[in-house]
């Protein structure tokens, strides 16, 4: 069964530098997407994908954010300055259609902590 | 801006109890709705949904759920949990315009045999 793929699933990193966190997305689907979750909080919508363009984007997803679908296949999330509340497990997420009607499938995660 | 509301953040069951997780949210218009679940060490899967029609929906592995307009509700059910159910349960709601589910906190369910 396809299905989305994140790496690293763990990553630990000083404050003040930058990571980079990379999704394969399911080959057939259209739309990425990345939410975060900190430590016993929500599940949190950061960035929609769609097009080689962001779509939608929250008030999370500030200047120190950015995603790029460099080769066709990976959906990279880059943190470029972390800060200690970057720490979160980040979903990657992929669907064939719109978002909210297509099921979204998720990645295991990416449990970044940043020291 | 839209909120999702899981009021049981810890639930604790034996097995053949029945489940009621509580999902509320803010949001006015049409929604989609959905039930996601993360069994420990795996990624989240989509349990059901909502889009239109049956408000009783059904999903996998016995699990059911009822949208109620009136009371901006949409609570999962199951009438006899077992061990392999301990997981957690994220509900989403997505409103009409957006699509992009708007997920709630999570309810972590633990099932003793």
């Known amino acids: 069964e396809p299905e989305v793929t994140q790496t690293p699933s763990h990553q630990v990193t000083q404050m003040g530098q930058e990571v980079i966190l990379r999704c394969v997305p399911i080959s057939n689907h259209l739309y990425f997407y990345w939410y975060r979750q900190i430590l016993g909080q929500k599940v949190e919508f950061l960035v929609s994908?769609?097009?080689?363009?962001?779509?939608?984007k929250s008030e999370i997803f500030d200047d120190q954010f950015s995603v790029e679908r460099p080769d066709g296949s990976n959906f990279t999330l880059k943190i470029r300055s972390t800060k200690l509340e970057d720490s979160a497990m980040y979903f990657c997420?992929?669907?064939?259609?719109?978002?909210?009607?297509?099921?979204?499938?998720f990645g295991q995660g990416t449990r970044l902590t940043v020291v | 801006a839209q909120s999702v509301s899981q009021h049981n953040h810890h639930v604790i069951l034996s097995e053949a109890a029945s489940l009621e997780l509580g999902c509320n949210y803010s949001?006015?218009?049409?929604?989609?709705l959905f039930w996601y679940v993360q069994y420990p060490g795996q990624h989240l899967q989509l349990l059901l949904k909502?889009?239109?029609?049956?408000?009783l929906v059904k999903g996998i592995k016995g699990f059911e759920a009822e949208f109620i307009k009136s009371k901006f509700s949409f609570n999962l059910r199951k009438p006899s949990v077992q061990w392999s159910d301990t997981a957690e349960y994220f509900c989403a709601v997505g409103e009409g315009g957006s699509y992009i589910p708007t997920f709630g906190r999570g309810t972590s369910l633990i099932v003793h045999p």
């Open positions: 997420a992929s669907s064939e259609g719109l978002p909210g009607i297509s099921e979204a499938f």
């Open positions: 949001y006015g218009g049409t929604v989609n």
């Open positions: 909502y889009f239109s029609g049956d408000p």
């Open positions: 994908f769609y097009n080689n363009e962001i779509s939608e």
